[in-house]
T-cell receptor
Framework: GAVVSQHPSWVICKSGTSVKIECRSL??????MFWYRQFPKQSLMLMAT?????????EQGVEKDKFLINHASLTLSTLTVTSAHPEDSSFYIC????????????FGSGTRLTVV | QKEVEQNSGPLSVPEGAIASLNCTYS??????FFWYRQYSGKSPELIMS????GDKEDGRFTAQLNKASQYVSLLIRDSQPSDSATYLC???????????FGTGTKLQVIP
């Protein structure tokens, strides 16, 4: 089955620093990947849609200059949280589909970011 | 009105019983429907997908879709304590080209 690897699984960083999260599709090519954020006891909130070789599409209210997304290849997308602040602490999850839009999405294992 | 609505629960059922989880959605043009299971602190895991009206069965799980009523449900037969998790309903809207998740229903299976 489709496998999505996400790294790191958790990270603690100081306020003002940047953190990069990687998302890889291991056994399929993902032309589109998605980045979500989930706060405790809340649902997944789509942050942006990442297409290989083009600029990401950000959801309303998500700062594109703060959350930099690079979809460098068909198997790798990265999310960089720049100048992180404590309010950015959250669970970040990527997902991808091997069947195209409208089909089930495979999620990465998630990254727990804590900004201190 | 939220795009995808679920009762947050918790829904408590005894072991061996049928758990019934419900979800309604607002976009009549929605095309694909998914149920995910999420354990605390973990990422969601796809357990069922359904694309047309009616029932779809996979092991102990049955997904039911009624597009006229804009309603999708998930039945879990012979519930086990290991089924205790939050179940997320997700709906793909072709018009918006994105998947929207409900807030999830927490299921507790009591041994």
């Amino acid at each position: 089955g489709a496998v999505v690897s996400q790294h790191p699984s958790w990270v603690i960083c100081k306020s003002g620093t940047s953190v990069k999260i990687e998302c890889r599709s291991l056994d399929f090519q993902a032309t589109t990947m998605f980045w979500y954020r989930q706060f405790p006891k809340q649902s997944l909130m789509l942050m942006a849609t990442s297409n290989e070789g083009s600029k990401a599409t950000y959801e309303q209210g998500v700062e594109k200059d703060k959350f930099l997304i690079n979809h460098a290849s068909l198997t790798l997308s990265t999310l960089t949280v720049t100048s992180a602040h404590p309010e950015d602490s959250s669970f970040y999850i990527c997902s991808a589909t091997s069947g195209g839009m409208g089909y089930g999405y495979t999620f990465g294992s998630g990254t727990r970011l804590t900004v201190v | 009105q939220k795009e995808v609505e679920q009762n947050s629960g918790p829904l408590s059922v005894p072991e061996g019983a049928i758990a019934s989880l419900n979800c309604t959605y607002s976009d009549r043009g929605s095309q694909s429907f998914f149920w995910y299971r999420q354990y605390s602190g973990k990422s969601p895991e796809l357990i069922m997908s359904i694309y047309s009206n009616g029932d779809k069965e996979d092991g102990r799980f049955t997904a039911q879709l009624n597009k006229a009523s804009q309603y999708v449900s998930l039945l879990i037969r012979d519930s086990q304590p290991s089924d205790s998790a939050t179940y997320l309903c997700a709906v793909f809207s072709g018009g918006y080209q994105k998947v929207t998740f409900g807030t999830g229903t927490k299921l507790q299976v009591i041994p």
